[in-house]
């Protein structure tokens, strides 16, 4: 990443905040060794992720429920 970065000439990365898992893992690995290296790490989330997280927790079905309400 960085490497790709000082090749465009950036010195921000800008990196969908998945709440869990490994990707969410990863990223808390990678940001501080990125800022070290002089980068600013920019976490986004999208509305609607963040409209339907709270609804994600018990299982798919419960989700399936919420999806109208969540649709634009």
Do not use: Q
Request: aromatic fraction near 4%; charge should be positive; glycine fraction near 6%.
């Amino acid at each position: 990443v960085a490497d790709a970065a000082a090749a465009a000439g950036t010195r921000t990365v800008v990196v969908i905040a998945p709440p869990v898992g490994p990707g969410a893992d990863a990223i808390a690995t990678a940001k501080p060794l990125l800022e070290n290296l002089g980068l600013e790490v920019v976490l986004v989330r999208r509305t609607e992720d963040t409209a339907a997280w709270p609804h994600a927790d018990k299982g798919f079905f419960k989700m399936k429920k919420a999806i109208p309400k969540l649709m634009p």
